[in-house]
């Protein structure tokens, strides 16, 4: 049937609308009327949605008004969907189609549980109006979904339709209803209805009956007693299922899981971090269900035995009796006593049974909740679900797949000549033992549940019974349930069996229960039955004669009978019980099952369960059976192989490749020798391993396992992964056991022979076969975490090859991102690997990347464990956290794992982070790790887990005090090393397994002792760690009151049948509070954080001196970055200053100021320092890195502080000086205006006199007379400034100081004093002191020592030094070019160059201090200048072991002089300008020449005097545009220019490109001499491309921009001054006063005396002819040149330089690298660098060879390598104790390092040469370059800087 949704315009229009009355008020008949069944997940309604916008359960027709919309038809839907009250079902009206929904992937198993359940609601006429509609995603395909409802016989093929669960898509619908219609046709248009029902259950009702009465064949008697036995039950069908759905469904609501039934609960819904569980008094009924769950994953046996608090009057509890109110005489009262007719309370509902309890949540749960439900359930040694009525359909369940992850391990006793003790270890899936099945027929008094704890432990309810606390009469989900527990033997000789023995326990009358009841009997090996009496009237009689007849032994227990055990025939039994105590009934039990086992019985596995008709095994479920397929077809690979060669042949990565490379790996930090080639060696190596890995990486196993990751869905995967668990544990748990049992005997022997304290040959003897089985257990163990490590190390290996593949089965880049699913899924991912003792840094970091990428970067907070082995840590956190951390015999965890817990939203709130990160660790002091590198595993463990850990659980085990020691002086030393790293976590002791923790004072008193143990620990660590600390307190901040907690013993009682202790999981529940309480005052760590935390700790840890070598990753970015934010605000404060400056010095030029104050500048300067304080306040309290920036806010705070004063005292400094000179000019300035006028006056009579009568060619000459004698005039009797001539002064000098002019001259010829800082030895300079000399000095040290009572060590060391040094015999030896000491040590050469260095700064210093700019230069100067360079020379040779020549004080002289020569000139040319009155004078002449030409052209004054200040306007301008332009370009590069834009370790990258990009060897020396020097040369550079090549239109624009301003500033001037004078009627003297008012801040204005321009009185025209002139003016400034700036006061470079350059310039002692930190005083934090480079760089070489070092920093202090502090000194400093060497060390942090800056191996290829030729050695023998160093390129060098020095 075709549907058209266009209306038919002859049919009434009717409004359709979705609700019921509107309808009915229309009176619409619906054409169809469907009813939608189903899981609710199914749809995703919506108002979308076509068939249902609506989630009403409602039994009333609703007209859908999309249906309408769609094809014109009045649909009636009724959503029916979930579990609904089957009254609701609206049967009394017409039903056109059943819609059965079910959701792909479990479309079967719903299918089967909704068609059953309709078939007993409706009966079995309803299939025919049945339509199967399967829902899915929109990117899923139901394949295999027709092919899997095929295989039920109710499943018809034309009724089948699949569906987006969205149902938007018409054509979907449309077709939907068009199968519909076929269907509908099929039944001639007929609808399902009350009637059909009836008749449909009363004929399947007679059909049964008959199909019964066929099958009971037999006696008369059988016939009969047959008979009576099914009358029971089928008066309850004739009662109808209602009644015990209508229970069950308000037992659901009550305990609020109505929904569950469909959306099932999930371990999910758990595994999260909430608040501690609620004490049992405290629990309504509503949370009941969950309580339940959460007290049985934290292993609380008594989660049955909750009490639930009373919140509503009809509910009745057994512990509150009623008092009544009457009030009747004492008669009265006591026939009321005597009443026992019950009264009304009797009627009220009562609380839920607390099997119900157990039964509802296990019903309402996924498989997987299941399985962590059963497992605990297991371990609080409580009997399991064998056999499970489905609540709904009353089919019958095995939980197999729930039962398989429970392992047991037991003793089995063989009593033979002597007993034997076997351990057995399984499984109980697969164990193959006798079961004893009991039944009840009938009803009892006694309890059958009751007496079977009797048999399996009388101190604990295995089995729920009357009897119990909690029970109830009414049950509504236990009836039909058989449970099965098991004995297991302890292997002592009071174990009531000798081996396992399972019971199974049939819940309820087993005459109601036929099918349960026949299975059982079938599987049992003895069958104990309840009965009532034996008469053979009885219902009983039929089951009892069966099991007489069978074969298999049979107990009777009859409860009228009060005889002893009495066996009527072989294995029959009868045991009365009437008025028999139980204990004497269960012994007599036991007995007689140990009598019926002891001869041939069948045996009982649970897995057999899956081959028995009728029953439903979960295992079947399809999604189950694709997981198991999946993993079976891995296992398959693994039958029969022996399993300590399974992870050599399927998982080679992990084995003797990996832990090979673990060993190279830790080598590198303690190398010996020529360690860089050794080092290169071992990289080699290590790249070696990498390689073969790959090669064999690509194994079946692990092909089909990622494989299975990849492709199966989420569901699918997860049971994947189970599977694989289980089945992994299963192939390897026997052979464990063997193991396992034959260590724990070679231990035993072991012990034994060292009680008797002697060493023997036998000792060493059992020791060795001690490691070796010790080894079998290693190779032995096998599971699915093995797995996962395997896929690290393939990812790794193919990381570190850099290699993709486009295979999907090997595509192991995709391996982090399944690692984080499931990780987020709540899977625990290894950390580090406990086999090899090493962490898989790449893996970890790309799988934590993987986990940001998918939830963000979340905070977590990191809570890690450390104990001592088997001392229940692991226990501890699954109790706490319901976790799944492996728990087992033996070692529990090896190495570490982290599992991730959401914060649930109950606590959320509360805390300041969104997970918990849980590191669970394999315990301290291992047997198996039992020699010398235990300590070393031990505090490398503790160090890492600690560190990792915003808290550390510190658990104890007993009250052992070696024990407790030893783990404490590991855990005090982690925990001081944390200190000294800056890193703060707490810890909290947990003291497991202590007896009487009751006891208040014996608690005070361990506290006590455990403070002073932590005290006494804390001093050994503090000597061992060199740190001045006294008690624990010191390290951490711990309160012994409340950070230890005591913890009960774990168990009840003896493993294996001892349930857990009540009180243990009360203190779980404690310590979860302490932890949450801490935890909410902490803000966690990022993702990030912990990421580059793992890589920092770990990196430490390989270094011997932890402290010295941890690198806090992440506090170095967040250190970077405020770098950078601090270079921005010091900026923003110097261009603000800059501006200031600016606008003061051209008002002090003007003459408009001659006092700058303090206050003043401080005001100026407040609102730019105000906004920096609220710019750093918001940065220091961002939330990201508050807790990391909190340690340097205050001191950054200082830095700016210190830098704002810095730059106001500077500029003061500036302007103060340029006072001072405006001052020293005042004698010229005061003639100034004499001399102006005169000039003018002349000039003006001169153009008078000539005018008309010269020509213009005759003028020059004319003025050039009259300007000659003028000048003379003028300057008569004032004597000229002259020049100075440095050159010969510098040679007068040093001429005056003894030295030869023929040495003088020869010195100054070579020019090598120019870079006389930069050579690469100074061999030539020095002379070695005779013994004679040496011992003249000693007696002078030694009078003057005695002179001065100066008690120094500096004599006594100079002739130690010396002494030492000739005892060497260095011999000169001569250099290629020149002679000199080839044997002068590295040292003394960096000696002579650190005092060049320090003699020129110290000279600089001094020099500038002269007063040179106000009162011209002294030849004193000099002579003091050199006089000091003398002084410091003689003083430096008195200290050491040789003498300095003549040629060297000269150089130095000159070197000297020559850098201070241009600061001299400049200034003494400042001075000559200043205060000369001829220079003065000749700077006018062509101004005033300028003024008497225009005279004579017979121009006015206004012309003239328009023409001066156009001229004197066009000089400042210029200065004023050049200045601005500096400053504004200089911003502009600091802001955009990537060198300048960032931070120092920025600059540093940007110069080092730079020189690696000139590839010139000189600029190189001058930056490994000089770094300042050639970063200031690199600025400059840089500043000048940029402004002429690079950029040179963007700083055209800024000059052109302030070319506008500055013009536009002029022209308001002009408006300005010629308004106020026409205004004010002033003269010329007000014009120009007003005029230069405006321009005062920003122009700097000659002196222009209006004495000569007093006849002006139309300022118009002065206005107008100057706006003439300036035309030209702007012209030219508009074609400026950015050379001109050179010119002017301010340059961006330097700018630039002051701003960039003001930080730190310490170099390293060993390598010459600079400190990188921004700050220029950063104490009290170490220098550092992030890559250091090779010693030749700065010369070092092997002592007394001309083989250089080619060794790095970074390798070096991770070596066992030494180095002298000077050439003479005989002691050697351990490179790993370099801080301890002296000032020049102790300041210096260099973290031990592998890898090296590519970029400093090229430079050491590329100028090999050079380097050889400057320094006078040879990179050869030890100092050899590793030929891989040869492979690396420029183009590499330069990329390794961005990859190196990012920021």
Not at 330 to 339: G, I, L, M, R, V
Request: charged content about 25%.
């Amino acid at each position: 049937m075709e549907f058209d949704p266009v209306e038919d315009p002859h049919e009434p229009q009717h409004s359709v609308t979705k609700s019921a009355s509107a309808a009915s008020n229309n009176t619409v008949i619906p054409e169809l009327t469907l009813l939608l069944t189903g899981d609710r997940n199914s749809i995703e309604i919506g108002t979308k949605n076509i068939l249902l916008d609506h989630d009403d359960q409602t039994n009333v027709e609703q007209f859908s008004a999309k249906l309408y919309d769609l094809c014109g038809r009045h649909i009636s839907v009724i959503n029916m969907l979930g579990l609904p009250n089957i009254d609701r079902v609206p049967l009394n009206q017409g039903i056109h189609a059943f819609l059965l929904l079910v959701p792909y992937g479990q479309h079967n198993s719903h299918y089967k549980s909704r068609v059953q359940w309709l078939e007993k609601t409706f009966g079995r006429g309803f299939l025919s109006y049945l339509m199967t509609v399967v829902t899915h995603e929109s990117n899923e395909k139901c394949e295999g979904a027709l092919a899997d409802l095929k295989a039920n016989s109710s499943f018809a093929e034309k009724r089948y339709h699949t569906c987006t669960r969205t149902m938007t898509d018409e054509k979907e619908i449309v077709s939907l209803l068009e199968k519909i219609d076929v269907m509908v046709s099929e039944n001639n248009d007929q609808s399902y209805s009350r009637l059909t029902c009836v008749q449909n259950k009363d004929q399947k009702e007679h059909l049964d009956h008959n199909s019964y009465k066929e099958e009971s064949v037999g006696t008369e008697e059988e016939i009969d007693i047959s008979t009576e036995v099914t009358s029971g039950p089928s008066e309850t069908k004739g009662k109808g299922t209602v009644d015990v759905e209508k229970e069950i469904e308000t037992l659901l609501s009550r305990l609020h899981l109505q929904d569950k039934l469909q959306q099932k609960l999930s371990p999910a819904d758990f595994l999260k971090i909430g608040p501690p569980v609620k004490p049992s008094n405290d629990t309504c009924e509503q949370e009941l269900a969950y309580t339940f769950l959460q007290k049985l994953l934290a292993l609380d046996y008594r989660a049955r035995h909750i009490l639930v608090k009373q919140e509503s009057p009809e509910v009745s509890h057994p512990q509150s009796a009623p008092v009544s109110d009457s009030t009747d005489t004492d008669d009265s009262d006591s026939d009321e006593f005597f009443n026992t007719d019950e009264d009304s309370d009797q009627s009220k509902q009562t609380h839920a049974h607390p099997m119900d309890v157990q039964m509802a949540v296990f019903h309402c749960s996924d498989s997987f909740l299941k399985q962590d439900m059963i497992k605990k359930l297991s371990q609080c040694q409580y009997a399991l679900p064998l056999l499970v009525p489905d609540p709904v359909t009353m089919d019958i369940e095995c939980p197999l797949w729930t039962l398989r992850q429970i392992i047991k391990t037991w003793k089995v006793t063989e009593i033979k000549d002597k007993d034997t003790i076997t351990m057995k270890s399984m499984p109980i899936c697969k164990a193959e033992t006798p079961m004893v099945s009991f039944f009840r027929l009938g009803s009892l008094s006694q309890s059958k549940s009751h007496l079977m704890n009797s048999l399996i432990n009388d101190t604990h309810s295995t089995f729920f019974h009357r009897n119990c606390k909690g029970s109830t009469k009414s049950r509504h989900l236990m009836d039909g349930v058989a449970e099965i527990a098991w004995y297991f033997p302890a292997g002592n000789p009071n174990d009531s069996f000798t081996d396992c023995i399972a019971f199974c326990n049939l819940h309820g009358d087993a005459l109601t229960t036929e099918k349960q009841r026949e299975i059982l009997i079938n599987k049992s090996s003895v069958n104990v039955v309840f009965v009532p009496t034996l008469t053979r009237t009885q219902k009983n009689t039929a089951v009892l004669s069966a099991l007489h007849k069978s074969t298999k032994p049979l107990i009777i227990l009859v409860a009228d009978k009060d005889c002893g055990g009495v066996e009527k025939k072989p294995g029959k039994y009868i045991v009365g019980l009437k008025e028999r105590s139980q204990s004497d009934v269960a012994e007599e039990l036991k007995m007689i099952i140990k009598k019926t086992l002891s001869g041939p019985h069948t045996s009982f596995q649970l897995e057999s369960m899956s081959k028995v008709s009728g029953v439903r095994v979960d295992e079947d479920d399809p999604v189950c059976q694709k997981g198991k397929s999946a993993a079976m077809k891995i296992l398959n690979l693994l039958q029969g192989m022996d399993i300590s060669k399974i992870k050599d042949n399927f998982l080679p990565c992990q084995g003797n490749l990996w832990h090979e490379w673990c060993r190279i790996k830790k080598e590198l930090y303690h190398l010996q020798g020529n360690i860089e080639k050794e080092k290169s060696q071992k990289e080699q190596a290590l790249t070696q391993i990498r390689q073969e890995q790959c090669s064999v990486s690509h194994t079946e196993l692990m092909k089909s396992f990622t494989e299975s990751l990849l492709s199966l869905p989420s569901t699918d995967k997860e049971y994947f992964l189970k599977w694989m668990q289980i089945l992994i544990d299963a192939l390897s748990t026997d052979d464990l056991a063997s193991i396992l049992q034959r260590y724990d005997e070679k231990w035993s022997e072991v012990l034994a022979l060292k009680r008797k304290h002697e060493k023997s040959p036998l000792l060493d003897s059992k020791q060795n076969e001690l490691e070796q089985i010790s080894k079998e257990l290693q190779s032995a163990t096998f599971g699915l975490e093995h797995i996962f490590r395997e896929m690290g190390q393939i990812y790794e290996a193919h990381k570190s090859q850099k290699k993709q593949t486009h295979n999907r089965q090997t595509d192991w880049s995709k391996y982090p991102e399944l690692a984080a699913d499931l990780m987020i899924s709540g899977h625990p991912m290894e950390l580090m690997d406990g086999d090899a003792g090493y962490a898989p840094l790449t893996w970890i970091s790309s799988v934590l990347e993987e986990v940001i990428r998918k939830l963000g970067d979340q905070t977590v907070f990191v809570l890690s464990v450390l104990g001592v082995q088997s001392s229940g840590k692991s226990t501890m956190l699954n109790a706490m956290f319901g976790l799944q951390f492996a728990v087992s015999a033996g070692r529990c965890t090896k190495g570490a794992f982290m599992q991730l817990i959401k914060v649930s939203e109950e606590i959320r709130n509360d805390l300041k982070f969104d997970y918990f990160l849980v590191v669970d660790t394999e315990g301290l002091r291992a047997l198996e790790l039992a020699s010398n590198t235990t300590t070393h595993h031990d505090n490398e463990l503790s160090t890492f887990v600690v560190g990792l850990g915003n808290m550390t659980l510190i658990n104890i085990f007993g009250e052992n005090p070696a024990e407790m020691q030893d783990v404490l002086q590991i855990v005090v030393q982690a925990f001081m090393r944390m200190k000294k790293v800056k890193l703060s976590p707490s810890c909290v002791f947990v003291h497991q397994n202590v007896s009487d923790i009751g006891a208040a004072e014996k608690n005070m008193d361990g506290k006590r002792r455990l403070q002073e143990k932590l005290d006494d620990m804390t001093q050994l660590a503090a000597k061992e760690e060199q740190c001045d600390v006294k008690c624990f307190s010191d390290v951490i901040a711990f309160d012994v009151q409340k950070d230890v907690k005591y913890f009960s013993h774990l168990w009840q009682g003896s493993p294996p049948m001892a349930p857990p202790n009540p009180r243990y999981s009360e203190n779980v529940q404690e310590l979860k509070h302490i932890i949450l309480s801490k935890a909410s005052q902490s803000s966690g760590i990022t993702l990030s954080y912990f990421k580059s935390k793992i890589q920092d700790l770990w990196n430490a840890l390989m270094n011997e001196q932890f402290v010295f070598s941890f690198k806090n990753t992440l506090e170095i970015a967040v250190y970077r970055k405020l770098e950078v934010q601090y270079a921005t605000w010091t900026w923003t404060l110097r261009s603000n200053m800059l501006t200031i400056e600016n606008q003061l010095y051209t008002r002090i030029e003007n003459g408009k100021l001659d006092r700058v104050e303090n206050s003043y500048l401080f005001t100026e300067m407040s609102k730019t320092f105000e906004k920096i304080k609220k710019d750093m306040n918001l940065y220091f309290e961002d939330k990201r890195d508050k807790d990391m920036l909190v340690q340097w806010r205050g001191r950054f705070e200082q830095k700016i502080k210190e830098f704002h004063e810095e730059q106001v005292k500077g500029v003061k400094k500036t302007l103060d000086e340029v006072i001072q000179q405006k001052k020293a000019c005042k004698e010229l300035d005061d003639k100034k205006t004499d001399f102006e006028n005169k000039l003018l006056q002349k000039s003006k009579e001169l153009a008078h006199r000539l005018k008309d009568k010269a020509k213009e060619e005759e003028l020059k000459s004319q003025f050039n007379t009259v300007w000659g004698e003028l000048v003379r005039e003028l300057s008569a009797g004032i004597k000229p400034i002259e020049d100075i001539n440095l050159e010969e002064d510098h040679k007068r000098v040093l001429n005056e100081l003894g030295f030869e002019w023929g040495l003088i001259k020869g010195c100054k010829d070579s020019n090598r004093y120019q870079v006389l800082s930069k050579l690469g030895h100074y061999s030539d300079y020095v002379n070695q002191k005779t013994q004679r000399d040496l011992s003249e000095e000693r007696h002078q040290s030694h009078e003057s020592k005695k002179e001065n009572k100066y008690t120094g060590k500096q004599g006594t060391n100079v002739f130690k030094r010396a002494f030492n040094y000739f005892k060497q015999k260095i011999t000169i030896v001569p250099t290629t070019q020149q002679k000199g000491n080839r044997d002068f040590s590295h040292e003394q050469h960096e000696q002579i160059r650190s005092f060049i260095s320090q003699v020129e700064q110290q000279s600089l210093e001094e020099i500038q201090t002269k007063p040179v700019a106000t009162r011209g230069c002294r030849s004193t100067y000099l002579l003091e200048m050199a006089q000091n360079v003398q002084t410091k020379v003689t003083d430096f040779e008195s200290q050491k072991p040789y003498t300095l020549r003549k040629e060297f004080t000269v150089d130095l002289s000159l070197y000297v002089f020559d850098r201070a020569g241009r600061w001299l000139s400049q200034s003494h040319e400042t001075y000559r300008k200043n205060n000369d009155a001829l220079t003065y004078l000749e700077s006018k002449k062509d101004q005033c020449y300028s003024i008497f030409r225009s005279f004579w052209k017979g121009n006015s004054s206004a012309v003239v005097f328009g023409e001066m200040i156009c001229e004197n306007l066009k000089v400042s301008a210029v200065q004023a545009v050049c200045n601005k332009t500096a400053i504004d370009l200089a911003g502009e590069m600091r802001c955009s220019f990537p060198a300048f834009s960032g931070n120092r370790l920025n600059l540093e990258k940007h110069v080092l490109k730079s020189l690696a990009e000139k590839e010139d060897f000189k600029s190189f020396i001058t930056y490994i001499r000089d770094p300042r020097s050639q970063a200031e040369n690199f600025i400059k550079d840089e500043v000048h491309k940029y402004m002429f090549r690079e950029q040179s239109h963007k700083a055209q624009n800024i000059l052109k921009k302030n070319v506008d301003d500055i013009s536009e500033l002029v022209s308001q001037a002009l408006f300005t001054a010629t308004q106020e004078v026409k205004t004010q009627k002033g003269g010329t003297d007000m014009w120009m006063a007003q005029f230069s008012s405006v321009l005062k801040d920003k122009l700097t204005l000659d002196t222009i005396s209006c004495q000569n321009f007093r006849d002006i009185n139309n300022f118009d025209f002065l206005k107008e002819e100057i706006e003439k002139g300036l035309v030209p003016i702007k012209t030219e400034m508009s074609r400026l040149s950015l050379d001109k700036m050179k010119d002017f006061r301010l340059q961006p470079d330097q700018i630039l330089i002051d701003q960039l350059c003001r930080c730190c310039w310490v170099t390293c002692p060993f390598c010459g690298a600079v400190c990188t930190n921004t700050l220029e005083d950063h104490s009290p934090d170490d220098h550092n660098v992030p890559f250091h480079r090779s010693a030749s760089v700065k010369g070092w070489h092997y002592r007394n060879t001309v083989e250089m070092s080619v060794n790095f920093c970074t390798t070096n202090v991770s070596s066992d390598n030494s180095f002298y502090l000077d050439g003479v000194s005989e002691v050697s400093v351990p490179f790993k104790q370099y801080r301890t060497a002296g000032p020049r060390f102790a300041n210096w942090r260099i973290t031990p390092d592998e890898s090296k800056l590519t970029y400093w191996t090229w430079f050491l290829c590329r100028f090999q040469q050079e380097l050889e030729n400057y320094y006078g050695r040879k990179f050869k023998g030890r100092g050899k370059i590793p030929s891989q160093w040869r492979t690396h390129t420029k183009q590499q060098a330069i990329e390794s800087l961005d990859e190196s020095y990012s920021e």
